[in-house]
C-alpha cells in the first residue's frame, strides 16, 4: 500500500512542509465551516497599512494546526501518556478555535452581534459538526472548554503560550515584514514538557520565551494597533452604525448580502443563545460580504453613509490622535465643533447625530504577559517550577507584564486637531 496517499500536504512559507493523515482532521478542513476561513483576512484591516497582509484564517489555523503535532510528539518522546484519541482531540479543537472568527477577523466581532465573541461562536461550530460527525468531537470539545481532565492539553489551545499565539506571531511577522515579531518557535516547542499536569518550560528555553514576550509587546505596538489600523478599524464601523440607524429610521438601505441584512435589520444578541438560524448566516459571512456592501454603498443615497463608504474604499481614512485621557475628553467639544463646521460647508447633514459618525474617542490595551493569571512556568535544575517574571536573569520582564493604555481619538484630516 502506498502510505503516501494516507497523508495530505500543504505547503506553508511560514513552517513548511505541513503533513496531515487523512481522516476526521482531514474531513474537518475539507469543511465548508473550515474553507470559509479561506475568505476571512487574518489581520483584518491590516492589509492598508502592510500591503503584504493578505493572509488568511485558514493559513493560520493549519499552521497552529502543525505547531499542535509537533509539541505532541515532543511531549510524547519525554513520556507523557497522551492517547491517540487525546492527540486527535487536541488538534481538531487547535484546528477549530478560530472558526467562530467573523469577516476581518476582530474588526466587526460586536458589531454584527450583540453580547458576542468569537470563541463562543467556535464552541457551536464544534458541537455542530460533533453531531456531524457522530460524536467524534466529544473529546475535542471537553478540552477546548477545558472540561478534560488532563489541563495541559486545553493550555495548548489556550494559556499564555498556546499554538495559536506562536503561530500568528510567527505567521503575521512573516508577511506585514515586521521582524521583531519573529520567535524561536521550536525552540520553545522542543522545550515544553508537562509538570504535575501543566505545560512547562524548561530551564533552556528561557530566553526564548523571553523573545516571544517581547516580540509580542512590539507586534501590538507595531502591528495590532498602528495607528492607521485603529482609524480604519473606527471608519467601518461607523458605516455599519450610519447603516443601522438608517435602517431604524425607516430610510431604505441597499444590502446585497442576505445574511448582512439578517445582521444589520435584526441586530441579534448572544445573550440568551445564539440560534441555529444566527450561526447559518454567520457561517455565511465572509469578507466579501463587506466589501459587496461597501461598494453598494458608496452610491447611496444617504450623503453621509455614501462619503464614510468612499473614503474607506479610496483609503482616505480618519486621523488618529493619541493624548492622555484628560486631555482627549477636552479635545472633543472642540473637534465636534470643527467637523460640524466643516460638513455645514460641504453640504452635508451636521446636526449633533450625523457630526458623531466622523469622530470617535476610545482606548488601546495590549499586554504581552500575564503574569498574575496565566503565568508561563520555567522548571529550574532542582526540578521546581517557577513564575517567568523571577526565573527570568533580566529583570526588565516585569515591566512587560504592565498593560499599555493609550487613549486616542479618530477624526477627520481636514481638521485641525
Not at 95 to 100: E, F, K, P
Not at 375 to 381: R, V
Request: net charge neutral; glycine share 4%; proline share 3%.
Amino acid at each position: 500500500m502506498d502510505k503516501s496517499r494516507q497523508y495530505k500536504i500543504f505547503s506553508d512559507p511560514v513552517h513548511g512542509f505541513i503533513t496531515i493523515p487523512k481522516g476526521i482532521i482531514l474531513k474537518l478542513i475539507d469543511h465548508p465551516y473550515i474553507q470559509r476561513l479561506r475568505r476571512i483576512r487574518q489581520l483584518g484591516l491590516g492589509y492598508l497599512v502592510f500591503p503584504a497582509a493578505e493572509h488568511s484564517r485558514f493559513s493560520h489555523a493549519i499552521g497552529a494546526l502543525e505547531l499542535g503535532q509537533r509539541v505532541l510528539k515532543n511531549l510524547r518522546e519525554k513520556d507523557t501518556t497522551i492517547s491517540d484519541a487525546e492527540v486527535t482531540g487536541t488538534l481538531i479543537a487547535i484546528l477549530l478555535h478560530d472558526a467562530g472568527h467573523g469577516p476581518l477577523s476582530h474588526t466587526l466581532e460586536h458589531t454584527l452581534i450583540e453580547d458576542f465573541n468569537h470563541e463562543m461562536m467556535s464552541l457551536k461550530i464544534m458541537e455542530l459538526l460533533n453531531k456531524e460527525f457522530e460524536g467524534e468531537l466529544t473529546t475535542a470539545i471537553d478540552i477546548f472548554q477545558d472540561l478534560y481532565p488532563k489541563k495541559f492539553l486545553h493550555q495548548l489551545i489556550s494559556s499564555q503560550l498556546d499554538m495559536d499565539r506562536l503561530d500568528y506571531l510567527k505567521r503575521d511577522s512573516f508577511f506585514t515584514g515586521v521582524s521583531e515579531g519573529s520567535v524561536g518557535i521550536n525552540r520553545i516547542l522542543k522545550t515544553m514538557r508537562v509538570f504535575n499536569g501543566n505545560v512547562v518550560i524548561e530551564k533552556k528555553g528561557i530566553y526564548a520565551v523571553e523573545n516571544y514576550i517581547l516580540s509580542r509587546r512590539l507586534m501590538y505596538m507595531q502591528v495590532y494597533l498602528h495607528k492607521t489600523v485603529l482609524s480604519a478599524d473606527a471608519l467601518i464601523r461607523k458605516i455599519f452604525e450610519r447603516v443601522k440607524f438608517l435602517l431604524q429610521n425607516g430610510a431604505q438601505v441597499n444590502i446585497p448580502s442576505k445574511s448582512m441584512d439578517y445582521f444589520l435589520s435584526k441586530k441579534p444578541s448572544s445573550k440568551k443563545n445564539i440560534s441555529f438560524k444566527m450561526i447559518e448566516h454567520y457561517m455565511a459571512l465572509d469578507d466579501h460580504d463587506v466589501f459587496i456592501c461597501l461598494k453598494s454603498w458608496s452610491n447611496s443615497k444617504d450623503k453621509i453613509l455614501a462619503d464614510l463608504t468612499t473614503r474607506f474604499l479610496n483609503r482616505s481614512l480618519f486621523r488618529t490622535t493619541f493624548a492622555d485621557r484628560k486631555h482627549r475628553d477636552s479635545m472633543l467639544d472642540d473637534i465636534h465643533l470643527k467637523t460640524k463646521e466643516y460638513l455645514q460647508k460641504n453640504g452635508f447633514p451636521n446636526d449633533d447625530i450625523s457630526v458623531k459618525f466622523y469622530y470617535d474617542a476610545d482606548e488601546s490595551y495590549s499586554e504581552a504577559y500575564k503574569y498574575e493569571n496565566e503565568s508561563i512556568w520555567i522548571l529550574d535544575e532542582d526540578n521546581r517550577a517557577i513564575e517567568f517574571s523571577k526565573a527570568a536573569d533580566t529583570k526588565h520582564i516585569i515591566a512587560l507584564t504592565k498593560p499599555v493604555v493609550k487613549p486616542y481619538i479618530v477624526h477627520l484630516k481636514e481638521i485641525s486637531s
